[in-house]
Each structure stands twice: as structure tokens, then as C-alpha cells.
């Protein structure tokens, strides 16, 4: 049944995807969570997801963009249009030119994406010393994934850092350990919409959540489209398997 195998092969890899590997260079070994999304059949805990976006709107859409995920795709997690329309009317967006040729600003609707609150990566760049990176596939884009950036949230040290220049912090799990972003997550720095009690850790596996369904919200179809393709080769193997001893039936006799 070479066929089959091969079927099996091709069904593998559609599956096969980054996930838990070691930190690029900075060498220290990622913590790692059971995310719901992983495997065959994972898919995204909706619950998890809307803790994240909280923390995201509340804590790191203050530094970051994300330039390639439109307000209104939160309806797949769960949140009504008006919902939408309400967490996209806090944000501001630049529009225009309008009649005057004028650029103007307006909240944001829901067909529009995540803005940067820099108008650019140089404005970023100039207050922080480097800019803070859009956010949109930041959970594709970096080795290690939603353990990479969990780890990070947590992989702060305040004595390590002491030393460092204004404006450098230490991180265990940033490739070369001096990054320039504060560390964020505080004791009960969110008050969760679902009462679960804000952590670090729990901040930190929610926000990564999110930012791993921003980047990737068609993971759920993406294996179930797997999974059809891999039945539909069985089914294929199978039906030239019994075409083939078919055909050969009379011949070997
Ligand atoms: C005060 C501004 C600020 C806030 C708030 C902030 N960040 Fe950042 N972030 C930065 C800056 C600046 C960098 C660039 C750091 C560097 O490359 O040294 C960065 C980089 C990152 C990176 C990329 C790290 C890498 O491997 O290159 C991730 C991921 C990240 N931030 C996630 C978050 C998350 C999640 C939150 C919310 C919990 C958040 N940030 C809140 C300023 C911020």
C-alpha cells in the first residue's frame, strides 16, 4: 500500500508546524504550555483568546500595531458586531485625504486594521531606541512561537538589568538577553471580563493566545481541510488498490 503511505506522508507534513523549539541564539529553553491549538485537532479557546485581546488592548496596543488584522475578524472569537464596533471605536485611526485634500484622524470602524500609536518607525524608534515590532505575525515570526512569546512576557530579571543602560532591560529568552521593551505584565494589571484572576503567567498565556490566532485565525480550517484531504487519498488508495487487483484478477490466473 505504498499509496497510502504516501497519502499519509503528504497528510504529515500539512500538519507539521513550528512549534516548540529552543529560543533562536539567546539558548535558554522556552517554557512551554498545552495550547489548545496544537495538534491535529486543536483549535482556538475562544475564552483564552478574548482574556488575550484584553490584554492586548489594554497593555500592548499602547506600544504596537497590527497593520494586517481588520477589528472585524474578532467576530470569530465570539464578540457580537456591536462588541466590535465598541473595542474598534477606541482606537485612532489617519484618513482622508477628504474633501480639502486634507488628512484627517477618526476612530476606528471595524474594516479598519490595527494602528500603530507611532506614525512611523522612526518616531517609534526615537523614544524607545528601537521600534516595537507590528504585532500582526509576530506569533509565526519568531522561533518558538506562542512559547516564545509567553516566555518572554516572563523572562524578565529586575537584578540582572541593573546595570544595563536606560532604556535596556534583561530578558532570559531574548536572543541576546538586552531588549528594549519594559517588562509589562503586573499582578492583576488587567481586571478580566471573565473574573479569572489576572497573574503574570495568566496574562502571559492569554496575551501569546491571541497573538497566535492573530496571526494564524484560519488554523482551525487549515486542519480540517488536512484532514479531508487525507480521507479523500485513503479513500483514492483504497479505490485503485481494488481497481488494481481487479484488473490483474484474470491476468494472474
Ligand atoms: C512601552 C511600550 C511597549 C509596550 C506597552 C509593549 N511593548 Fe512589546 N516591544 C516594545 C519595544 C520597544 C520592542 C522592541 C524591543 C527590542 O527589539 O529590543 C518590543 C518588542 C516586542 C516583541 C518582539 C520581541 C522579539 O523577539 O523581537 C514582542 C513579541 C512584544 N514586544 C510583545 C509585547 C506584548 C505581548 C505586549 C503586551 C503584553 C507588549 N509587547 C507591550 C515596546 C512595548
Not at 535558554?28 to 495538534?39: I, K, Q
Not at 490584554?55 to 488584522?69: E, F, I, L, N, T
Not at 507611532?118 to 515590532?133: C, L, Q, T
Not at 509576530?138 to 512569546?149: N, P
Amino acid at each position: 500500500m505504498r499509496t497510502t503511505f504516501a497519502a499519509a506522508l503528504v497528510g504529515a507534513a500539512l500538519f507539521a508546524t513550528p512549534s516548540a523549539a529552543p529560543a533562536a541564539e539567546a539558548g535558554a529553553e522556552l517554557m512551554t504550555r498545552d495550547w489548545s491549538f496544537e495538534g491535529i485537532f486543536g483549535s482556538y479557546d475562544d475564552a483564552a483568546a478574548q482574556r488575550g485581546l484584553q490584554v492586548y488592548d489594554q497593555v500592548c496596543a499602547g506600544c504596537h500595531g497590527m497593520k494586517y488584522v481588520a477589528f472585524r475578524t474578532l467576530t470569530d472569537l465570539g464578540y457580537s458586531e456591536e462588541e466590535v464596533e465598541q473595542i474598534a471605536s477606541n482606537y485612532t485611526v489617519t484618513d482622508g485625504p477628504n474633501d480639502m485634500g486634507e488628512m484627517f484622524e477618526r476612530p476606528a470602524e471595524p474594516n479598519d486594521t490595527w494602528p500603530s500609536p507611532y506614525r512611523n518607525d522612526a518616531e517609534a524608534a526615537s523614544i524607545f531606541g528601537k521600534a516595537p515590532p507590528d504585532m500582526s505575525v509576530i506569533a509565526k515570526a519568531r522561533v518558538g512561537g506562542a512559547d516564545y512569546l509567553y516566555s518572554l512576557m516572563l523572562g524578565y530579571d529586575d537584578e540582572k538589568g541593573m546595570d544595563l543602560s536606560p532604556g535596556n532591560y534583561w530578558n532570559k529568552f531574548y536572543p541576546g538577553n538586552i531588549i528594549a521593551m519594559p517588562p509589562q505584565l503586573y499582578p492583576d494589571l488587567v481586571q478580566y471580563a471573565d473574573g479569572t484572576e489576572a497573574t503574570p503567567e495568566q496574562m502571559a498565556a492569554d496575551v501569546s493566545h491571541f497573538l497566535m490566532w492573530a496571526a494564524e485565525p484560519k488554523l482551525e480550517q487549515r486542519k480540517r481541510l488536512g484532514i479531508g484531504f487525507m480521507l479523500f487519498c485513503t479513500a483514492m488508495a483504497l479505490i485503485f488498490y481494488a481497481m488494481n487487483r481487479r484488473l490483474w484478477a484474470d491476468i494472474k490466473k
